[in-house]
């Protein structure tokens, strides 16, 4: 009896052991991200009825500003498959007061991020040739823009740019794509020239 007991167990345990090695092997998987396509830097000349033009990329797209307070000369380069917009801002400068003021602006816009900032770097752009002066603002973090500048002849004319992704700000998800716009911002930059 004590034997057709233990043969039994042998059985029920081999069995066990049969059931148990024909289930498949579990092995966590490496995390995995999207392969980002990127396409090919071309660029066309933009020139809208404002009093500038310059280089902007061909798979992005110009749409005017259509917030409630949106002036003339205020518009969006939009890139699609990126999710991200850069804001772009024309104002005329009206007098040396106003131009300090919109320095000022720009200055406190690009330094509203820091309580999410790691890094704010000022870069200055500087071409004589085309009277051309300005910062670029590298905001380094998870901020809801990485990029700012202006752009300005100190007279006339002022431009401000803001880049911004419609996602949450997660640096090192959108680090492939900052990287790639930032050769459009500085085409962009390196191409404005006044009317």
């Known amino acids: 009896m004590i034997g057709k007991q233990i043969a039994r167990l042998f059985v029920m345990g081999f069995a066990a052991l049969a ?35 310059t280089r902007i990329p061909t798979y992005a797209k110009m749409e005017p500003d259509r917030s409630a307070d949106a ?32 320095v000022e602006d720009a200055r406190t816009f690009a330094f509203n991020h820091t309580v999410k900032a790691t890094a704010i770097d000022q870069q200055r752009i500087s071409r004589p040739n085309a009277q051309v002066y300005g910062l670029n603002y590298e905001i380094k973090g998870n901020t809801a823009s990485n990029i700012q500048f202006f752009l300005t002849d100190s007279t006339h004319h002022y431009l401000r ?31 404005l020239r006044w009317k």
């Open 19 to 53: 059931v148990g090695a024909c289930m498949p092997q579990y092995s966590p998987k490496p995390r995995g991200y999207f392969r980002i396509e990127f396409p090919e830097k071309t660029y066309q000349t933009f020139a809208p009825g404002c009093p500038f033009t």
């Open 71 to 102: 002036r003339p000369c205020w518009m969006d380069l939009w890139f699609p498959q990126f999710n991200a917009r850069i804001h772009l801002s024309y104002m005329p400068v009206t007098s040396p007061d106003n131009f300090n003021q919109l």
């Open 161 to 191: 740019g803001a880049l911004y992704f419609h996602e949450k700000p997660r640096l090192d998800s959108i680090r492939p794509v900052l990287d790639f716009i930032k050769t459009d911002i500085d085409t962009l930059i390196q191409s």
